[in-house]
């Protein structure tokens, strides 16, 4: 399971106007290859350090390209997705700092 302060992290994000939600799955493949790599590496070298995944959703323009009804996916802005990995981060490492 993820060491970062996700609750906190969705609550900040959906008070700033940026969708967010908890995810117990990391996803499929590659994701939860990278999620269980960071927790094991962390483990075996005893590190005190948190680590999570945080998924963003797809570019608008590939969003848009996607046939409604057979698929529907969501998308986010890059400078949105920025803002909040920024703000995650921030959060995580204990400050107390909004940003707009």
């Known amino acids: 399971m993820t060491t970062l302060p996700v609750e906190l992290i969705v609550s900040h994000l959906r008070e ?3 969708p967010a939600k908890i995810s117990n799955s990391a996803s499929t493949y590659l994701c939860n290859q990278m999620m269980y ?10 590190m005190k350090t948190s680590a999570g995944f945080i998924h963003v959703p797809a570019h608008p323009r590939l969003a848009a390209l996607q046939q409604y009804p057979l698929a529907e996916m969501p998308s986010m802005s890059v400078e949105l997705m920025a803002q909040a990995v920024r703000k995650a981060i921030r959060i995580s490492l204990g400050t107390r700092r909004r940003t707009s």
Do not use: D
């Open 16 to 18: 700033s106007g940026i």
């Open 37 to 46: 790599t960071v927790l094991h590496l962390i483990a075996k070298k005893g």
